[in-house]
């Protein structure tokens, strides 16, 4: 597509429930990235993904996150037992390749009640 | 590792005065640098980058950026501010030998009529 889609845009989720959220990149784009934005701050990475392969999940906060990619393109980051402290927007963003800058989506608002 | 500084977390300017919203980076290695735009409720939008070669950078909306190696430091300007411009404003540093980018906490720069 001409962005990057993900949904949902908001998600209400009681403490405890898992919740899976859905990034569509850019159609080529190799490269795919999730960051983490609690309010008022900047992002923090999460994970990175070229093609189908893990390559970095240095920044997930803890063994509850889990993000896949199996076919190269669609990615979904789950969390299992959300807790308040997982309350951010989460960002997807892919890349042709790492001198042209990312391209986000609009995010996923998590908000654990 | 790669770390970003902005300085000033709120600038409120009059309409159609200059404006500089400052980032400082600490890096080792050569690094790529962004400015990226956040509108209320939406994802980043890339504004400019520096990759190599000259020092000032143009984007879009009229900003441009200067890449200052010894103060390691990529301020961004604009010498005319628009109402329009009201938003979140991210600064991030990313190496040439990595994948993940490493932003800023975001400066919010308020356009006042």
């Known amino acids: 597509g001409a962005g990057v889609s993900q949904s949902p845009r908001y998600k209400v989720a009681k403490r405890g429930q898992d919740v899976a959220l859905r990034c569509d990149p850019i159609?080529?784009?190799?490269?795919l990235f999730w960051y983490q934005q609690a309010l008022g701050q900047g992002p923090e990475f999460l994970t990175y993904?070229?093609?189908?392969?893990?390559?970095?999940k240095s920044g997930l906060p803890s063994d509850r996150f889990f993000a896949e990619r199996p076919e190269g393109s669609v990615s979904t980051l789950k969390i299992q037992r959300t807790q308040q402290e997982d309350s951010a927007v989460y960002l997807c963003?892919?890349?042709?390749?790492?001198?042209?800058?990312?391209?986000f989506g609009s995010g996923t608002r998590l908000t654990v009640v | 590792a790669q770390s970003v500084t902005q300085l000033d977390s709120q600038v409120p300017v009059f309409e159609e005065a200059p404006v500089e919203l400052r980032c400082n980076y600490s890096?080792?290695?050569?690094?790529?640098l962004f400015w990226y735009v956040q509108y209320p409720n939406q994802g980043l939008q890339l504004l400019l980058k520096?990759?190599?070669?000259?020092?000032l950078v143009k984007g879009i909306n009229g900003f441009e950026a200067e890449f200052n190696k010894s103060q390691t430091s990529f301020h961004l300007r604009k010498p005319s501010v628009h109402i329009s411009d009201t938003a979140e404003y991210f600064c991030?540093?990313?190496?040439?030998?990595?994948?993940?980018?490493?932003f800023g906490t975001g400066t919010s720069l308020t356009v006042i009529p």
């Open positions: 890096s080792s290695v050569s690094v790529y």
């Open positions: 963003a892919s890349s042709l390749d790492r001198g042209s800058g990312y391209t």
């Open positions: 159609s080529g784009h190799v490269s």
């Open positions: 993904f070229q093609n189908e392969a893990q390559l970095d």
């Open positions: 520096y990759l190599s070669g000259s020092t």
């Open positions: 991030a540093v990313g190496a040439d030998t990595g994948n993940q980018f490493y």
